[in-house]
């Protein structure tokens, strides 16, 4: 593949099409997972806390454990690692639609569910650039970004349809039933050649992926930057429904699922290397123009949403193409897994906050947004090195 490849070229790729679909099926079966998950315990225990900490419980061990997750991946491979998660999430999703209805054995399943959840979030973004061209990156990149959209989309509608016709257990069933069916084709790919002996310690492996990405000069900005881009996009969690209402609200998130999608495909499109990080401003900074619009009723805000999801394509796509050009070869996994946690720590937080500033006044909420879009346009100007892209350097 040489010049610049088309996506069929890409989809082409030896291996690349497998990997896409077991990440296609794998992300929705977790997209899905989470609206089940809160319809099942309301549906088992009529208690909204309850739901509120099952997801919690769902998530937040994941996070915390990114780190030695991310040092397996380098010690005992990626397509091995990624299958183990495979298979523990199908096992445990299906077990939850047996367990009795009682609230410490669905606590504690969601809370492993979580454990095994980073090795396929960050090794499918470790494997990708290892099977394409350097030239090749940034309409990989895209396609990877594009199935975040299409999933957004999907999993609401699958998960309420599901649950709705055929009830919860039927609905966590067809989740484990997703997870099965990526087995088979990250199977399709080769094990790769990251295990091997030489390895340090686990515990000096996790360590060093921490310390490598604070101590990285864009690594550690791209943290910053992209945390305070979730934190925008955590206010929207909140703000959206509210504004909204529940039945508008899973419209106008698909509609911006879809301008998500198109807006990573157009970025893989005309981006090249060295312009991730003017992508990244323009994306960032288009956000922030965005959101007073979306605070001007329902109107304004699908006009503003659509606009903020065409627009985070280049944020994306910038932001991923730019991580793995900048990082290591031989640290990528627990690289990746330590920087995407980080990353999503600003969803919550922008959420939090949002959630409080609403009940004040929904344009202080929708204001509070376009601050932290600002400052990661400002964080990304200012913090990662104008050269970053083109460098190859560790």
């Given at each position: 593949m040489t010049g610049s490849p088309t996506y069929r070229q890409v989809l082409l790729?030896?291996?690349?099409?497998?990997?896409?679909?077991?990440?296609?099926?794998?992300?929705?079966?977790?997209?899905?997972?989470?609206?089940?998950?809160?319809?099942?315990?309301?549906?088992?225990?009529?208690?909204?806390?309850?739901?509120?900490?099952?997801?919690f419980a769902a998530v937040a061990p994941g996070l915390l454990v990114s780190p030695v997750a991310g040092a397996l991946l380098d010690r005992a491979g990626v397509v091995r690692s990624i299958v183990a998660d495979l298979v523990a999430s199908a096992a445990l999703v299906a077990a939850l639609a047996f367990v009795?209805?009682?609230?410490?054995?669905?606590?504690?399943?969601?809370?492993?569910?979580?454990?095994?959840?980073?090795?396929?979030?960050?090794?499918?973004?470790?494997?990708?650039?290892?099977?394409?061209?350097?030239?090749?990156?940034?309409?990989?990149?895209?396609?990877?970004?594009?199935?975040?959209?299409?999933?957004?989309?999907?999993?609401?509608?699958?998960?309420?349809?599901?649950?709705?016709?055929?009830?919860?257990?039927?609905?966590?069933?067809?989740?484990?039933?997703?997870?099965?069916?990526?087995?088979?084709?990250?199977?399709?790919?080769?094990?790769?050649?990251?295990?091997?002996?030489?390895h340090p310690p686990l515990l000096r492996s996790t360590v060093d992926g921490v310390r490598y990405v604070l101590t990285h000069p864009v690594l550690r900005a791209l943290v910053v930057s992209y945390g305070l881009y979730q934190v925008a996009w955590g206010v929207l969690v909140v703000a959206v429904p509210a504004v909204a209402g529940e039945a508008r609200a899973g419209w106008l998130w698909g509609a911006a699922g879809l301008a998500g999608l198109v807006g990573a495909l157009v970025a893989g499109h005309v981006l090249r290397e060295g312009r991730e990080r003017a992508a990244m401003i323009a994306g960032t900074a288009a956000t922030a123009v965005a959101l007073p619009v979306a605070s001007a009723g329902v109107t304004g805000l699908a006009l503003g949403l659509a606009l903020i999801g065409l627009v985070s394509g280049l944020v994306n796509v910038g932001l991923l193409t730019l991580r793995q050009r900048r990082t290591d070869p031989a640290r990528l996994g627990r690289v990746l897994a330590v920087s995407i946690s980080l990353n999503v720590l600003g969803m919550p937080i922008g959420s939090a906050v949002g959630g409080l500033l609403f009940e004040r006044s929904p344009a202080l909420a929708f204001a509070a947004a376009g601050v932290a879009a600002s400052l990661s346009a400002v964080a990304v100007w200012v913090l990662v090195p104008r050269a970053a892209g083109r460098a190859p350097g560790p």
């Amino acid at each position: 593949m040489t010049g610049s490849p088309t996506y069929r070229q890409v989809l082409l790729t030896p291996r690349v099409a497998p990997l896409l679909g077991a990440a296609l099926c794998s992300r929705l079966a977790e997209q899905m997972f989470t609206f089940v998950l809160v319809l099942h315990v309301l549906e088992l225990f009529d208690s909204a806390a309850l739901a509120g900490l099952v997801v919690f419980a769902a998530v937040a061990p994941g996070l915390l454990v990114s780190p030695v997750a991310g040092a397996l991946l380098d010690r005992a491979g990626v397509v091995r690692s990624i299958v183990a998660d495979l298979v523990a999430s199908a096992a445990l999703v299906a077990a939850l639609a047996f367990v009795p209805a009682a609230v410490v054995p669905v606590v504690v399943l969601a809370a492993l569910y979580s454990l095994t959840s980073p090795l396929n979030i960050a090794g499918v973004r470790v494997l990708l650039p290892r099977l394409v061209p350097r030239h090749a990156a940034e309409r990989a990149n895209a396609l990877d970004s594009a199935l975040f959209n299409l999933v957004e989309v999907l999993g609401p509608v699958l998960a309420g349809t599901v649950f709705l016709v055929a009830g919860g257990r039927t609905a966590l069933l067809v989740i484990a039933a997703l997870y099965c069916v990526a087995c088979p084709l990250m199977l399709l790919l080769p094990p790769d050649r990251s295990a091997r002996a030489g390895h340090p310690p686990l515990l000096r492996s996790t360590v060093d992926g921490v310390r490598y990405v604070l101590t990285h000069p864009v690594l550690r900005a791209l943290v910053v930057s992209y945390g305070l881009y979730q934190v925008a996009w955590g206010v929207l969690v909140v703000a959206v429904p509210a504004v909204a209402g529940e039945a508008r609200a899973g419209w106008l998130w698909g509609a911006a699922g879809l301008a998500g999608l198109v807006g990573a495909l157009v970025a893989g499109h005309v981006l090249r290397e060295g312009r991730e990080r003017a992508a990244m401003i323009a994306g960032t900074a288009a956000t922030a123009v965005a959101l007073p619009v979306a605070s001007a009723g329902v109107t304004g805000l699908a006009l503003g949403l659509a606009l903020i999801g065409l627009v985070s394509g280049l944020v994306n796509v910038g932001l991923l193409t730019l991580r793995q050009r900048r990082t290591d070869p031989a640290r990528l996994g627990r690289v990746l897994a330590v920087s995407i946690s980080l990353n999503v720590l600003g969803m919550p937080i922008g959420s939090a906050v949002g959630g409080l500033l609403f009940e004040r006044s929904p344009a202080l909420a929708f204001a509070a947004a376009g601050v932290a879009a600002s400052l990661s346009a400002v964080a990304v100007w200012v913090l990662v090195p104008r050269a970053a892209g083109r460098a190859p350097g560790p």
